[in-house]
């Protein structure tokens, strides 16, 4: 099995910073992408930040110059830096990884638990 585990949310004023990470565990072989999604109250889930085992980024426009997507590979994890943080960007934050485990020749998509990050005005 793989486990993806989150830790990081909180209760932050606007303009604050917060720092999101997320570690994979179990039976892996190799992670390919590894990235963000959030998704508000009455809203669908939306891709914040993906990040590729190469180092290739990719953010949504809103986030832009304020999030920071990074990995370590060789502890698993992928870290989500986030400043400037304005009052929309308030959501439950899930990762997310493309992983192939030991006895699997394909890459399947894991979820983490979910963080909240809340944002005041």
């Known amino acids: 099995q793989v486990q993806l585990v989150e830790s990081g949310g909180g209760l932050v004023q606007a303009g604050g910073s917060l720092r999101l990470s997320c570690a994979a565990s179990g039976s892996i072989f190799s992670i390919n992408a590894m990235g963000w999604y959030r998704q508000a109250p009455g809203n669908q889930r939306e891709l914040v930040a993906a990040?590729?085992?190469?180092?290739?980024?990719n953010y949504v426009d809103s986030v832009k110059g304020r999030f920071t997507i990074s990995r370590d590979n060789a502890k698993n994890t992928v870290y989500l830096q986030m400043n400037s943080l304005k009052p929309e960007d308030t959501a439950v934050y899930y990762c997310n990884a493309q992983v192939r485990r030991h006895d699997s020749n394909n890459y399947n998509t894991y979820w983490g638990q979910g963080a909240q990050v809340t944002v005041s005005s």
């Open positions: 990040a590729t085992s190469d180092g290739s980024t």
